[in-house]
T-cell receptor
Framework: TQLLEQSPQFLSIQEGENLTVYCNSS?????LQWYRQEPGEGPVLLVT?????EVKKLKRLTFQFGDARKDSSLHITAAQPGDTGLYLC???????????FGKGTSLLVTP | ETGVTQSPTHLIKTRGQQVTLRCSSQ?????VSWYQQALGQGPQFIFQ???????GRGNFPPRFSGLQFPNYSSELNVNALELDDSALYLC??????????????FGPGTRLTVT
């Protein structure tokens, strides 16, 4: 059972558009991570957010952790074809050894 | 610095058979975790190894077992394969066993198909 719900499941946009994907849970996590996975590859860590209300920026990507540490969002500004991939959020349990992943948002950015 | 490597890349097995997947952790990382990613799903935690011992396990049956070696490389063994075991198996390594925030590095995975 996936503890984290991601939305939307699929997203197809044109280059230059902005988008936001969401990651929601009924559970509180000690921290939350976002990964991007490309076909045939393993997930690559983009960011870790720890503090409720925290906002982190990575170039055109903005990550936010909810105040209650149950939800998060990823906003991409001026999407590029290179942003295409599967975006996964993963909550870190308090025990600290397991990542609980959502099903992911599959993003396609067309030129 | 060498990243996480996994072998083989692809594997086809028949139901009921046994399979062994291998993982070499990133240099300096002593903790290895295994995840199963079925098609259209996020990765599911199988178990974690630290200093050659399993120190965390997800909701997988005992026919999923593993080993970690003194050089921190690891194996995942699956006995009595079932069709639902078809998935991408991911290995991830990190520098410490537990607690707080950590960076975890994934390998490219082994694609297992059970027929």
């Amino acid at each position: 059972t996936q503890l984290l719900e991601q939305s939307p499941q699929f997203l197809s946009i044109q280059e230059g558009e902005n988008l936001t994907v969401y990651c929601n849970s009924s559970s509180v996590f000690s921290s939350l991570q976002w990964y991007r996975q490309e076909p045939g590859e393993g997930p690559v860590l983009l960011v870790t957010v720890v503090t409720g209300g925290e906002v982190k920026k990575l170039k055109r990507l903005t990550f936010q952790f909810g105040d209650a540490r149950k939800d998060s969002s990823l906003h991409i500004t001026a999407a590029q074809p290179g942003d295409t991939g599967l975006y996964l959020c993963a909550g870190v349990e308090n025990s600290g050894y397991a990542l609980n992943f959502g099903k992911g948002t599959s993003l396609l950015v067309t030129p | 610095e060498t990243g996480v490597t996994q072998s083989p890349t692809h594997l086809i097995k028949t139901r009921g058979q046994q399979v062994t997947l291998r993982c070499s952790s990133q240099s300096g990382h002593n903790t290895v975790s295994w995840y199963q990613q079925a098609l259209g799903q996020g990765p599911q935690f199988i178990f974690q190894y630290y200093r050659e011992e399993e120190n965390g396990r997800g909701n997988f049956p005992p026919r999923f077992s593993g080993l970690q070696f003194p050089n921190y490389s690891s194996e995942l063994n699956v006995n009595a394969l079932e069709l639902d075991d078809s998935a991408l198996y991911l290995c991830a390594s990190r520098p410490g066993p537990s607690g707080g925030v950590y960076e975890q590095y994934f390998g490219p995975g082994t694609r297992l198909t059970v027929t």
